[in-house]
Structure formats: C-alpha cells, structure tokens
C-alpha cells in the first residue's frame, strides 16, 4: 500500500526516501519526479519561503549554461567560440537565446530608466539646429518608432555587423553562418557591458551623451579586439582597426538598407494615397 504523506526531503526540496502517490496521474512512486507524467514532489502547501527559492533558484539558474556562458564570454570570450564552433556546445548557452535575453534585460533597463530618452533629447537638440518644423516632426516620429521597437531595431543590426565583420576579417575558417554565431555571443554580452557603462555615465559620472557614446564605443572596440584577437591571429592595434572597420561598415550596411525600405514604404504610400500619420 502506498501512502499519500510528503517524503522526507532534503533543503533544496528533492525527495531521498518515502513513496507517494502523484498529484496529477496518481502514479505510486519514489524519487523527485513522476515516471509517468513527470510531475514534481512538493513539500506540502505553497509558502512564502517556498517561492522565494524558487526564485531565487530561477535567477541563479535560468537553464543550465547561461551563467557560464555569461562568465565565459567575459573572461575568455575566444574559448567559448572556439568550443561552440567545434561543436562543443554542451557547457554552453544557445548563442540566439543568449542573445535575446541579454537584449531583453538591456532594453527595459535602457527604456525603464531613462536612459534612452536621455540620449535622444541630446541627439534631438544637435540635429534640430537647422531643421524645418516639418524635419522635426519626422524626426520626432522617427525616435518615437525607435523607442517602441528598440529590442527589435537592436537585434536587426547584428545581420549587417555580421557582414561587416565577415568582409574584413576574411577568414576562411568560418562561414558566415558560424560569423553570426560568433556575433551572437559577442553582442549579447555586450548588451550588458554596455549597459552598466551608460548607467555608470549618467547617474554616476553624469557625463554628456556624447561620452556616454564614445565610452560605450570604445569598450565596445576594445572588446571585440580582446575577443578576436586569440582566433584570428592579428596583432592588437591590426585587430582593434579591423573591429572599427566592420562595426562602421556594418552601421553603413545598416543606414542604406534602413533608407532603401523606408524609400520603398514611402513610394507604396504615395501610390496608394497615403499620408504618412494619416
């Protein structure tokens, strides 16, 4: 006969002896998890100390590689792309999924905290100097999309730093599918430095906008060249320029693809009677 009381468990909640039966199929069994259904054992009722280990077990552990990916990649950032692009992914996060949880974490600060409407109060105020009411209104209503859309505008950039990247390095070791992994994990832990370095500049330092982005610029460099330079060989200076040079052709890439849709809705709009607004 089984019994229907808790098992003895031990601090981190996982059943060591005992038999129950499982609260969802009612399936006798010993151990953590249901055979048949794969239903966890609970200690009893919901508490407060429950849930809060709970999270604070979701925190420490999202999934099983993402905090030493994260470490990883800021310590020995060439080791983890070495190992991945081997196929030793195991110790790994999946580098798309770290991306986006890093863009995700990165954007509700940036947004939340202000500082993105810092940053484009500054760019509005260099760039109205000279512009029409019209330009203005444009612009407004182009940082405003930007602003709604920031995560995503933030990810679509990564194919075009991609390309970048894969024209001036020139390495035939990679393809340019194992170029957007290697981007992938670079630019999701950049999210991050970048991040703490825009904080750091505002409600610490309170720096202009324009340090603001030269800093983040600047570690951003730095980093790649740190990251880069193991895996491809050059030396630092030859790796620092080639990381500029992609990172300003990628952002070339960027603006032209950016103005060649927006040519293309706009001649759709104007054939079909549209306003822009309207």
Same mark, same amino acid.
């Given at each position: 006969?089984?019994? =229907?009381?808790?098992?003895?468990?031990?601090?981190?909640?996982?059943?060591?002896?005992?038999?129950?039966?499982?609260?969802?199929?009612?399936?006798?069994?010993?151990?953590?998890?249901?055979?048949?259904?794969?239903?966890?054992?609970?200690?009893?009722?919901?508490?407060?100390?429950?849930?809060?280990? +709970?999270?604070?077990?979701?925190?420490? =552990?999202?999934?099983?590689?993402?905090?030493?990916?994260?470490?990883?990649?800021?310590?020995?950032?060439?080791?983890?792309?070495?190992? /991945?692009?081997?196929?030793?992914?195991?110790?790994? /996060?999946?580098?798309?999924?770290?991306?986006?949880?890093?863009?995700?974490?990165?954007?509700?600060?940036?947004?939340?905290?202000?500082?993105?409407? /810092?940053?484009?109060?500054?760019?509005?105020?260099?760039?109205?100097?000279? +512009?029409?009411?019209?330009?203005?209104?444009?612009? +407004?209503?182009?940082?405003?999309?930007?602003?709604?859309?920031?995560?995503?505008?933030?990810?679509?950039?990564?194919?075009?730093?991609?390309?970048?990247?894969?024209?001036?390095?020139?390495?035939?070791?990679? =393809?340019?599918?194992?170029?957007?992994?290697?981007?992938?994990?670079?630019?999701?832990?950049?999210?991050?430095?970048?991040?703490?370095?825009?904080?750091?500049?505002?409600?610490?330092?309170?720096?202009?906008?324009?340090?603001?982005?030269?800093?983040?610029?600047?570690?951003?460099?730095?980093?790649?060249?740190?990251?880069?330079?193991?895996?491809?060989?050059?030396?630092?200076?030859?790796?620092?320029?080639?990381?500029?040079?992609?990172?300003?052709?990628?952002?070339?890439?960027?603006?032209?693809?950016?103005?060649?849709?927006?040519?293309?809705?706009?001649?759709?709009?104007?054939?079909?009677?549209?306003?822009?607004?309207?």
């Amino acid at each position: 006969m089984t019994s =229907n009381s808790p098992p003895i468990l031990e601090s981190g909640g996982q059943a060591i002896a005992g038999s129950v039966n499982c609260k969802t199929c009612n399936t006798p069994f010993d151990g953590a998890f249901c055979p048949s259904c794969g239903q966890k054992v609970l200690p009893g009722r919901f508490t407060l100390r429950m849930l809060f280990s +709970q999270l604070i077990g979701m925190i420490t =552990n999202i999934e099983r590689g993402f905090w030493h990916t994260f470490w990883m990649l800021l310590v020995r950032p060439w080791v983890v792309i070495e190992d /991945y692009l081997a196929q030793r992914t195991r110790p790994y /996060y999946d580098p798309f999924r770290f991306l986006f949880i890093m863009t995700g974490i990165a954007s509700v600060f940036i947004i939340g905290l202000g500082l993105f409407d /810092y940053q484009m109060e500054n760019m509005n105020e260099l760039m109205q100097l000279n +512009q029409t009411a019209q330009q203005q209104a444009f612009q +407004q209503g182009t940082m405003t999309f930007i602003r709604k859309y920031f995560n995503i505008m933030s990810l679509l950039i990564i194919p075009f730093f991609t390309l970048g990247a894969r024209l001036i390095f020139r390495s035939r070791r990679f =393809n340019l599918a194992e170029f957007i992994i290697v981007f992938s994990f670079l630019y999701g832990e950049l999210q991050l430095i970048s991040l703490v370095i825009q904080m750091a500049g505002f409600f610490v330092f309170h720096l202009k906008y324009n340090w603001i982005i030269i800093s983040s610029m600047g570690v951003s460099i730095a980093y790649y060249a740190y990251a880069l330079k193991p895996i491809f060989g050059y030396s630092y200076p030859g790796t620092v320029l080639r990381a500029v040079t992609a990172q300003l052709l990628g952002f070339i890439f960027f603006m032209v693809a950016s103005l060649i849709l927006g040519l293309i809705i706009g001649l759709v709009m104007v054939f079909m009677g549209l306003k822009p607004g309207g």
